[in-house]
């Protein structure tokens, strides 16, 4: 051992990544509070708590404030940062918002107790975040740009560079690579830890999805080629869809010049309470928990897959499900290869399956296709197929500027519009976001009775999630 | 990619260990031989389908002919080394067996499909395999000399070098390395396979159990140092206390140096097949299944510590838990070091109990803690603790030699007394091994009419395992 030791700095998922991967976002604050004490004395480099799927679903089936919660876990983990999702100019919600609502979000969340806003753009593209980043750095918070990490012929080691640059650039204090699909290999993480390596000289962060079996293999790897932060989720909310699991990954780089000295004694009495919590969201628990490879082989994401053959199924075309696999490919290159995740990955999978099932490609387009088309998610990093795009807009001209330029200042009329039925400018964001759900929150919260999901009932059929709309015009 | 290309092997161990660690090695031969076609098809380096716990349980519980079993599969699987599991000279029974047992099982398991014989000893005491491995090379067959990997002060790498070296001079073809509790960690793993790799010529091949959670990074290192093959489990029979999924690790290196070369898309076909056969065992599921890293902090095998807790709730003393997990290192110290497995685990842990029950060490003392410290079960590598040899035996010496030259040839004696209820050799085989449950099964035979358990009607409480006796003077 030497002086030049290198502490592996850990992410903890449980509160927010894991959950949200292996138990439809569904765990509740109060299970979360009872060892957040423990959870605080880690010295973990965050946990990630906020953010992502939870705020929907505090408001839409916890009956949770997702505000208070944010609250409560910062008062419960004083001693460590806590850390959100951030979908750039999307918040959490299925638009893009003015830049007055981006900058008040991020204002409250702040104030209300996150310490890193991990931001990401679907499109990695970097005018989609700018806002977000700049004004987390104007509340004096930490700023983690991310790269959505994907493959393709344009997706080359040089772009994903270049994205890292322009974060830093922007003033990040760290950069992510998110992958959400679990498409790194071992090997191909070495070589990007390595690019990037060379080139940003902020710290690296991996979030790699453990889908396929490689993810421990691929936090090995990017580890010893550099990369500083790693994120895991412990043990009972590992595996599967979700990430490694942290008391593995401490153990395997216990001893090691990248020792994390975290306390695997106290991290196993954490698994040993998130085992039993668990046990009382069965009826979330998905049936694919097992690793599943199938993204080496077409680089669909797993979680896409599954909408797709509950979508084909509501339509009594479950046969077409390999006609849809082998269109998702074309649909995307037609597309100019953007990444697939939330809002892309329901955008590029719905035109897949329109056209298989209406029998001619392009022969029926949603307006998610034909918005992406014009521009109004960002900017796509392949070339558009033009044919596609006069199909979808006509001649009318793409738009060349940021979507949310689009957008007039819409923080006022957002809160004229929900008067009195809001009680704070936290609430109003909960308005600009999901407005119908806020508005039923708010009812029965000022009715003094929340009417939250059971817990023992059977989950309904699961409904394919919404999608992402670009800012209307 | 050059042409000293080094292909990575791959055992697969869905047909054996893979159900004896998930599912109580209930798997039964009818859900094997659906997929066997498929799985030949592969290019394994062989499958491990027969050995271990299967030969008892086949007999005890399923009601289906160890031999007939081994008889299919080597029909079904024409192109694939079948492999099975050899406890040297306690073959797969509960004591030492006269060689002249030992030998015709070998021929008979030989004879009837079995290629590669993977032979090991609890005490890694080469005495006990060389008849074993002799009558496998006798059969031309493929004998793989196999180390019991632990942790203890006496356990160097010169040891582990020395017992390699024992096992090639002794004409094994190749040399597994056997972590049945899961301790190797990543870099432990690279010193021992670096260090190996020097000294020894023969393959070695890999058995890491994945209970930790590091297993796949075990692997991928150890693939990195020169290990030639490598143990896994097609992913619905991989993880907890099995072994790393097979399509990860054949996705983790494909593509490199070590690529196998198997058909990624062929896999995931068995994996959908062993998904759904997973389910009709659901009464044999363990509740632990997950990742569990405590093997790190005390060094005990988890499948022990499962034991040692029915054994103390059995006694309404579950509060001792923690003082008997102190007491085993003082026990193995005591009995000089032995690997942690059957049947020292259960020696060590029986006498443990006893040493924090009586309220006085070595208080009570068990038989087999006695024919332990006669040096019945073999040679300890670490020195044994007189005083408490002294408790246990007095002024008798410890033998010296291999424990089984105490043995009279017995393959005679036992054909006599089983008689005409045996039908084949192969029956006065099982007779040899299990002589009450091989009785009844004959009985079971003879009158057309099989009882196997059911696979429908809740699990009794579980036992604890039989503790394999030393030869009885
Ligand atoms: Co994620
Ligand atoms: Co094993």
Chains 1, 2 share one sequence.
Request: with cysteine; glycine share 6%; charged share 25%.
């Amino acid at each position: 051992m030497t002086d030049t030791k290198k502490k592996l700095a850990i992410t903890e998922l449980a509160l927010r990544d894991g959950h949200q991967s292996l138990l439809a976002t569904r765990m509740r604050l109060d299970d979360m509070l009872p060892i957040c004490e423990k959870l605080d004395t880690i010295g973990y480099w965050s946990i990630e708590a906020w953010g992502g799927a939870t705020f929907d679903t505090c408001l839409r089936y916890l009956k949770e404030g997702p505000w208070v919660r944010l609250r409560e876990l910062n008062k419960a983990l004083p001693n460590t940062p806590i850390q959100m999702l951030l979908r750039g100019q999307n918040l959490l919600g299925y638009r893009h918002y003015a830049d007055d609502v981006v900058k008040k979000f991020v204002d409250m969340a702040a104030a209300n107790g996150v310490d890193v806003f991990r931001v990401f753009d679907a499109m990695n593209d970097l005018r989609n975040v700018r806002t977000a980043v700049n004004q987390v750095k104007a509340n004096d918070k930490h700023a983690e740009g991310t790269i959505c990490y994907t493959t393709s012929p344009v997706h080359t080691l040089e772009y994903f560079i270049d994205l890292g640059k322009g974060f830093e650039d922007m003033g990040c204090d760290t950069l992510a690579i998110k992958d959400m699909a679990g498409l790194l290999t071992p090997t191909a993480t070495r070589e990007l830890i390595l690019a990037l390596k060379q080139s940003v000289s902020i710290p690296l962060h991996l979030h790699s999805h453990a889908t396929a079996g490689v993810a421990e293999m691929v936090q090995w790897e990017a580890v010893h080629a550099g990369c500083d932060i790693i994120d895991t989720a412990i043990s009972p909310l590992a595996g599967g869809t979700s990430h490694p699991p942290t008391e593995a990954m401490v153990a395997a780089f216990a001893g090691t010049e990248y020792d994390t000295g975290l306390n695997l004694v106290a991290l196993q009495e954490i698994a040993a309470y998130f085992k039993e919590v668990r046990k009382k969201y069965a009826r979330f628990e998905s049936d694919s928990t097992g690793v599943d490879t199938r993204v080496f082989v077409n680089q669909i994401p797993g979680g896409m897959i599954s909408n797709l053959a509950n979508q084909l199924r509501d339509q009594g075309a479950q046969d077409k499900m390999d006609a849809v696999l082998d269109e998702i490919p074309r649909v995307r290159k037609d597309f100019g290869y953007p990444p697939l995740v939330t809002p892309t990955s329901q955008i590029v999978g719905t035109q897949a399956v329109l056209n298989v099932m209406s029998g001619k490609k392009y022969k029926v387009i949603t307006n998610e296709t034909r918005d992406y088309l014009k521009g109004l998610y960002g900017r796509a990093l392949g070339e558009i197929n033009e044919e596609v795009r006069k199909l979808a807009i006509g001649d009318e001209e793409p738009i060349d500027i940021r979507p949310a330029d689009l957008l007039v200042p819409e923080l006022d009329a957002l809160t004229r519009e929900v008067g009195d039925r809001a009680t704070s400018v936290e609430d109003v964001l909960s308005y600009a976001l999901f407005p119908t759900i806020a508005l039923e929150f708010f009812e029965e919260r000022a009715s003094g009775q929340f009417k939250p999901e059971s817990l023992d009932t059977p989950l309904e059929a699961s409904s394919t999630p919404e999608v992402v709309t670009a800012p209307s015009l």
